[in-house]
């Protein structure tokens, strides 16, 4: 009789406080660009698949228009994933993929770091990552 009472009385509290925390339980983390401040929802890690790897860590979520069974029935592979960004090996600051804003060449570089050490970097590289941010500029500002 008395653990019959005392099984309602807990079922009640159950429901009426929720104490789960949901931070804990989404795996998913915020990603902000350093650069542009993009921000997103991301996963967090080294993406390893069936057909390729990233070699340090980036930000990546599983792409949003390949239903999630479809990938179940087979092995992920990269072109499931969208990788969203990384972190600049020099200055270890969050950055998307934007051209505008991040390069990969043999690691990611952001383009504050790609400018700034400009000589450690083939013409190519920095000429690319000054007009892709001379580009991103032109479009913000048109926006505004
Ligand atoms: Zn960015
Ligand atoms: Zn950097």
Sequence with gaps: MMSEEVGEGSKE???GEETEDVTQLNPFIQFECGICGMKENTLHGNLQVSDGFFNCPVFFVRDPFIPYTRVRARKPCLADFLVLGGTCSMCERSVCIDKACSVYFGARFCAICV???RRRFPEKVVEATLKAQ?????SAAKSN
């Design 13 to 15: 509290a159950e429901t």
């Design 115 to 117: 400018i700034r050490e």
């Design 134 to 138: 001379a580009q991103a500029e032109a």
